[in-house]
Nanobody
Framework: QVQLQESGGGLVQAGGSLRLSCAAS????????MAWFRQAPGKEREFVAHISGSGGSTYYADSVKGRFTISRDNAKNTVYLQMNSLKPEDTAVYYC???????????WGQGTQVTVSS
């Protein structure tokens, strides 16, 4: 069992930055990959970024590549999403997810709201 808790969301102007955090508990954090997803109003949840257990491999959606950076601190059981050059279309609820069984994202946080004003 893994528990996930996001924080760091808020309201920011276009062009600004935010850093999201996701604290994990329940299993050895470094043994599983983590990811960020987001869901905008009226839209399906979409993949944002993924990071391996060691932090050595990362993957990004094309829409955020070059602007967002996913990282993790295994000593703190925390994964981060640094978001720069934010755009109004980045407005969404952001969720972190854990890839524990390596077949699908098994555990999800409650989400944190990010709103980017134009």
């Amino acid at each position: 069992q893994v528990q996930l808790q996001e924080s760091g969301g808020g309201l920011v102007q276009a062009g600004g930055s935010l850093r999201l955090s996701c604290a994990a508990s329940g299993r050895t954090f470094s043994t599983y990959a983590m990811a960020w997803f987001r869901q905008a109003p009226g839209k399906e949840r979409e993949f944002v970024a993924h990071i391996s257990g060691s932090g050595g491999s990362t993957y990004y959606a094309d829409s955020v590549k070059g602007r967002f950076t996913i990282s993790r601190d295994n000593a703190k059981n925390t994964v981060y999403l640094q978001m720069n050059s934010l755009k109004p279309e980045d407005t969404a609820v952001y969720y972190c997810a854990a890839w524990v069984t390596r077949t699908h994202y098994d555990y999800w946080g409650q989400g944190t709201q990010v709103t980017v004003s134009s």
